[in-house]
C-alpha cells in the first residue's frame, strides 16, 4: 500500500518553482489528465491492485507526467521532482549521476509502459543516508 502520497497541491508547487527557475510557461495543460496521474496509486487491475509497490506506484506517475504532460511546460522536471520528493519521503534516495538521469527521463517518453522507469528506479534507489531507521 502507499506510505505516502503527494498532493496536487505540491505538484503545482514543484512546477512552479521549475518555471521561475529554468523558465517554460506556467500552468496546467489539463487538470484531468492531472487528476489521473494522481489517482494512479488507486488503479485497480481486475480488482488488484495495479502498482504493487510504492517505487512501483512512483514510477508509475513519472512516466505519466512524462507521457501525457499535464503542464504546459516543465513536464520532465516535475516528473524528476516527485521521483525524488517520494522516494526521500520512503526514506530512500537515487544514487545516480545527473547524465543518467537526463538519460532515463528522455527514455520514459518512448517506453511503452513505466516498467523499464521501475526497474531503473529499483537499481539505483538506496536507503537515505541521513534517516536515522
Known sequence: ?????????I????????VERYGGRLGVRS?????????????LFFGEQRY??????TAAMASAIIKREPFLSQND???LLVIVYLCYHMGYQIEATHAELVVTLK??????????LYEWLKEHVVPHADLPF
Open 1 to 9: 500500500m502507499w506510505h505516502y502520497r503527494i498532493t496536487k497541491d
Open 11 to 18: 505538484m503545482l508547487d514543484m512546477h512552479t518553482m521549475l
Open 31 to 43: 487538470s484531468d489528465i492531472l487528476d489521473d496521474i494522481l489517482a494512479l496509486p488507486d488503479q
Open 52 to 57: 504493487t509497490t510504492p517505487l512501483h506506484q
Open 77 to 79: 522536471g516535475t516528473a
Open 107 to 116: 527514455h520514459v517518453r518512448r517506453d511503452a509502459d513505466e516498467y523499464p
